[in-house]
Nanobody
Framework: QVQLVESGGGLVQPGGSLRLSCAVS?????MGWYRQAPGKQRELVAAISSGGRTNYADSVKGRFSISRDNVKNTVYLQMNSLKPEDTAVYYCNAHPPIYNYWGQGTQVTVSS
């Protein structure tokens, strides 16, 4: 059973930064960070291949950066210039996502 554990969320003021981490119990070729805000569908925020190729949702381009450490099987999401509309529960999963891999997520709240 593959497990993914997200961490690093919290409360931050607009314009602030957070770094999320996702510890994975197995090697997954392509990983993604997703988020779900209240009343909205879960959406892909960023994805990265094992070789480091990345892609981002238009709403976070230039502000978020996804990276991975293949030795530690950990995926990161550096979030800068955070906005209130970035408030959501953030999840990591394979990309495309695998149903059984969804974890508890980590809450990110951007508010003054």
């Amino acid at each position: 059973q593959v497990q993914l554990v997200e961490s690093g969320g919290g409360l931050v003021q607009p314009g602030g930064s957070l770094r999320l981490s996702c510890a994975v119990s197995a090697t997954i070729f392509r990983m993604g960070w997703y988020r779900q805000a209240p009343g909205k569908q879960r959406e892909l925020v960023a994805a990265i291949s094992s070789g480091g190729r990345t892609n981002y949702a238009d709403s976070v381009k230039g502000r978020f950066s996804i990276s991975r450490d293949n030795v530690k099987n950990t995926v990161y999401l550096q979030m800068n210039s955070l906005k209130p509309e970035d408030t959501a529960v953030y999840y990591c999963n394979a990309h495309p996502p695998i149903y059984n891999y969804w974890g508890q997520g980590t809450q990110v709240t951007v508010s003054s």
